[in-house]
């Protein structure tokens, strides 16, 4: 069985900052692309930010210089750190990865999700 599991949501003010972490784990014998998305209520969830293995980044435009995504393969985790936070970013935000499964030898790759994490900005 293969988990994500987030961490670090939570209340802030309107230009405060939070540091969201997923960490993978599970049989894995490797991990692939990973990203972050979020959900409004009322509305359908959506990208946030991409980065695949090697480190390679791609940001919704409406975070684009407030955001950012990195990973630590060898931690197994993706962060977003966010700063300049606004109202409109508020909202459950989950990570995304393509994990291999397999111990010593690759099984195929698969999409999983973490169970969402909180983030509520105030004004």
């Known amino acids: 069985q293969v988990q994500l599991v987030e961490s670090g949501g939570g209340l802030v003010q309107a230009g405060g900052s939070l540091r969201l972490s997923c960490a993978a784990s599970g049989t894995i014998f490797s991990i692939n692309g990973m990203g972050w998305y979020r959900q409004a209520p009322g509305q359908q969830r959506e990208v946030v930010a991409t980065?695949?293995?090697?480190?390679?980044?791609n940001y919704a435009d409406s975070v684009k210089g407030r955001f950012t995504i990195s990973r630590d393969n060898a931690k197994k985790t993706v962060y977003l750190q966010m700063n300049s936070l606004k109202v409109e970013d508020t909202a459950v935000y989950y990570c995304?990865?393509?994990?291999?499964?397999?111990?010593?030898?690759?099984?195929?790759?698969?999409?999983?999700w973490g169970q969402g994490t909180q983030v509520t900005v105030s004004s």
């Open positions: 980065i695949t293995r090697g480190g390679s980044t």
């Open positions: 995304d990865a393509r994990i291999v499964y397999g111990s010593t030898r690759p099984q195929g790759e698969s999409e999983y």
